[in-house]
């Protein structure tokens, strides 16, 4: 069974900046982590869960929804198995429970993942509150 932590979530002012991480283990390892796409989506109160970021398994490319570019930068290093978000500017719009995700299917080409039931394997989630 594939598991995903999310860590570094917590509570900052608007304005500022956090990082968060994303941990994979289990059957991961079985294969090179550049096989797997992985993404991060947000769910803030009383609203849908909704599309943040993803990135390809090479890291080379990454694509980005138009609330968040420009001020969050997905990253991965895959011989750690872990995928990062650095969040700058942070507005309090941005507060919600911020989920790190896994594609287990290979990667098709010139194709971004921005729908969950495109991923697999999910995290517990990671709070992220901005005050104002």
């Known amino acids: 069974q594939v598991q995903l932590e999310e860590s570094g979530g917590g509570l900052v002012q608007a304005g500022g900046s956090l990082k968060i991480s994303c941990a994979a283990s289990?059957?991961?390892?079985?294969?090179?982590?550049?096989?797997?796409?992985m993404g991060w989506f947000r769910q803030a109160p009383g609203k849908e869960r909704q599309f943040v970021v993803t990135i390809t398994g090479s890291g080379r490319s990454a694509y980005y929804t138009d609330s968040v570019r420009g001020r969050f930068t997905i990253s991965r290093d895959n011989a750690k198995n872990t995928a990062h978000l650095q969040m700058n500017s942070l507005k309090p719009e941005d507060t919600a429970v911020y989920y790190c995700?896994?594609?287990?299917?290979?990667?098709?080409?010139?194709?971004?993942?921005?729908?969950?039931?495109?991923?697999?394997?999910w995290g517990q989630g990671t709070q992220v509150t901005v005050s104002s």
């Open positions: 995700a896994l594609r287990r299917r290979h990667e098709r080409y010139n194709e971004y993942y921005t729908l969950q039931e495109e991923y697999d394997y």
């Open positions: 289990g059957r991961t390892a079985s294969l090179p982590f550049n096989t797997y796409v």
